[in-house]
């Protein structure tokens, strides 16, 4: 299994991204996709997860409407798309796989991607 996330960049707060993580060796109907942000100092966190058994979930703090997870099964690919951005979501973004159930623990997630950077000017 390997994945690959892109998208992230520098971006103005206020504005929007969608971040891209594109799976091989495994199939999005065969396992859980999960996305995480690590900002500076602090640990991992689970924002989204995507699995056939589950949907779509937003954990947390995440759910009130700014991230929204999506999957393009021709594709093979997951999406967060992140709106109205702050300073506080500058962080590097994992995307991550694991069984068939979504959680938003990362220590049970097996593979991941190389992370995409995300930094936001005021």
């Known amino acids: 299994v390997q994945l690959q996330a892109s998208g992230g960049g520098l971006v103005q707060a206020g504005g929007s991204l969608r971040l891209s993580c594109a799976a091989s060796g495994v199939s999005l109907h065969d396992t859980a996709i999960g996305w995480f942000r690590q900002r500076p100092g602090m640990e991992r966190d689970g924002i989204a997860c995507?699995?056939?058994?589950?949907?779509?979930?937003v954990y947390g703090n995440y759910k009130w409407g700014r991230f929204t997870i999506s999957r393009d099964i021709a594709k093979n690919m997951v999406s967060l798309q992140i709106d109205k951005l702050s300073p506080a979501d500058t962080a590097i973004y994992f995307c991550?796989?694991?069984?068939?159930?979504?959680?938003?623990?990362?220590?049970?997630?097996?593979?991941w991607g190389q992370g995409t950077l995300v930094t936001v000017s005021s």
């Open positions: 995507v699995s056939d058994e589950d949907g779509t979930i």
């Open positions: 991550a796989s694991q069984g068939l159930y979504c959680n938003q623990y990362r220590q049970t997630y097996e593979h």
